[in-house]
């Protein structure tokens, strides 16, 4: 005879209250006092804030918050920059005459105006501060040579950017390096690129060799002469041509990492070795053609002997 099953009590499950559907929280939440107040001070502010302001005196005019375009302060230029640079600024910018802190664009406008000047390499702050001052620190742009071109002479940065002619007078032009046997000319304004990367490469010996430049007696840096017509190994080749007539072979432009070619740094030593040997680029019997890219010693021939072999070479 089968036992019988054992019983078991069943619990019937509790009722859970209904819950509150999603429309009656919402309300419930946007009803509370705390809710209500913020958003009748949201809606009285934006009634009345405009109407107030309008009667809030205009403090952007007071002398307090106001600087003259004519005393901002810059970083002082150098002796090759004018010194009325930021009148200049102030001038080519139409900035008005008296400048308000409170101005929102301030900042932003004083930077823009100062970028544009093609003496200004780089704005790195504007800064206002009370009492009423404006402060602008600049970094500025250095001549390193002059470019010599048919049209007369361009002063130039070391990476080839173009400055002002009109900055430089006559005497100031012959204290620079000249870079001569271009034949482009600028493609853009004061304050851009030349656009010729032989102007760049030669800028940028030249301001290598510029603390150098009156020590050794050098008269100009000649550019590459194109390799149309020419013996291409010529090409990108540039040479130095010093006061008694030496020409000097020089090689490739600073940066350029020509395999076989001394550094810049030893090809500036053996420039002044053979100065303080010989006292001159021309001695003793020059003037010379003189090579100074290889590694083991400077050679140097005759230019007129030099002569006589490229008019056996054309025949």
Do not use: C
């Not at 901002?72 to 080519?92: D, G, M, S």
């Not at 500036?268 to 890219?293: C, H, M, N, S, T």
């Amino acid at each position: 005879m089968a036992a019988p099953a054992p019983k078991t009590d069943k619990k019937k499950p509790r009722e859970q209250p209904a819950k509150a559907s999603g429309k009656a929280q919402i309300a419930r939440q946007l009803y509370r006092p705390v809710t209500l107040g913020t958003a009748a001070i949201v809606v009285l502010a934006g009634i009345f804030l405009p109407r107030l302001a309008k009667l809030l005196p205009d403090l952007s005019q007071r002398d307090e918050y106001l600087v003259a375009a004519s005393e901002i302060a810059i970083t002082q230029p150098p002796h090759w920059v004018p010194h009325n640079l930021a009148a200049q600024v102030v001038e080519n910018a139409g900035l008005p005459a008296r400048l308000s802190l409170l101005d929102n664009n301030l900042v932003g406008d004083i930077a823009e105006a100062f970028q544009l000047n093609p003496w200004v390499e780089e704005v790195v702050s504007v800064s206002k501060s009370f009492p009423a001052k404006v402060s602008v620190v600049l970094s500025y742009r250095q001549p390193v040579a002059m470019v010599e071109v048919r049209q007369g002479q361009y002063p130039v940065d070391r990476h080839g950017v173009v400055l002002p002619t009109q900055d430089f007078s006559v005497a100031d032009t012959r204290s620079y390096p000249v870079i001569s046997g271009i034949v482009s000319t600028p493609q853009g304004p004061a304050g851009t690129q030349w656009g010729d990367n032989v102007v760049a490469e030669a800028a940028e010996l030249a301001a290598e060799l510029g603390p150098y430049w009156k020590k050794l007696g050098l008269v100009s840096i000649v550019a590459p002469r194109s390799a149309e017509g020419h013996d291409k190994i010529d090409e990108g080749v540039y040479a130095l041509l010093a006061k008694g007539g030496s020409r000097i072979i020089w090689g490739h432009a600073p940066g350029t990492d020509h395999p076989g070619e001394l550094s810049t740094k030893q090809k500036i030593g053996r420039l002044e070795e053979y100065v303080a040997k010989f006292g001159g680029f021309d001695r003793p019997q020059g003037p010379y053609q003189i090579d100074i890219r290889h590694w083991r010693d400077i050679s140097r021939t005759p230019l007129s002997a030099q002569r006589e072999w490229l008019d056996l070479m054309r025949e």
